[in-house]
Every structure is written in C-alpha cells, then in structure tokens.
C-alpha cells in the first residue's frame, strides 16, 4: 500500500525556521517527482515547492521563494521541506504528494498524498 506520511509539525516562532519531513513507503518513490502543498484555515490548497526524481530541478511558489529549500533522499525514501524566515503567513497543514511530473503544480495532478502536518507560526 502506497503511503505517505509527513513529520516535523508544530509550533515555531516568527522568524524561526521549519523542517518537514515526508517519509515514503510501499511505492517506488525514485519514480515519482515530489511536492510540499499546504492549506491555511479557510484557503484553498496552495503549491509550494516540488522537486524533480533525480532531485536535480526544484521550483518553488511565489509566497516561498528564496525561504523554502525541498531536497531528497531516494536512498532512503525521504523528502524534506527546509524554510527559513517565517511568519504567520505560513501558518498551514503542510502535506507531501507525489506525482508524474515536477514544476509548477496544482493539486489534482499529483497521484499520493500524505494526511499532512500542522505548523503553526506564532509567538
């Protein structure tokens, strides 16, 4: 059974740093370019970053851009999201997909998604 499940959630201070993790199983995860989304309490899912299969080509969404750093580990099934300079903007539950193709992405195109994790930026 394909299944992704994220980690790293939780509180962080404005201006502070995050850093999720996305740990896959039961699929071929070098298979698949990945991504981070995430929804914030009453807004529609936004894109965040994916990341080619070989993790060689990342893009990035607008409101993370030069903060957001999404690397990967196939050896070990990992995706990771690093980002830097928070602020309650990025308050959202941050999820993992995996998918046919990278770039800029809307969620319908992506084919496995984890439950997501929370994380809330506040003070």
């Known amino acids: 059974q394909k299944h992704l499940a994220e980690s790293g959630g939780g509180l962080v201070q404005p201006g502070g740093s995050l850093r999720l993790s996305c740990a896959a199983s039961?699929?071929?995860?070098?298979?698949?370019?990945m991504a981070w989304f995430r929804q914030a309490p009453g807004k529609e899912r936004e894109f965040v970053g994916s990341i080619t299969t070989a993790g060689t080509s990342t893009t990035y969404g607008d409101s993370v851009k030069g903060r957001a750093t999404i690397s990967r580990d196939n050896a070990k099934n990992m995706l990771y999201l690093q980002m830097t300079g928070v602020n309650p903007d990025d308050t959202a539950v941050y999820s993992c997909?995996?998918?046919?193709?990278?770039?800029?992405?809307?969620?319908?195109?992506?084919?496995?998604w984890g439950k997501g994790t929370l994380v809330t930026v506040s003070s």
């Open positions: 997909a995996a998918g046919q193709v990278a770039g800029f992405l809307s969620p319908s195109v992506m084919n496995y």
């Open positions: 039961g699929l071929s995860f070098w298979r698949f370019a």
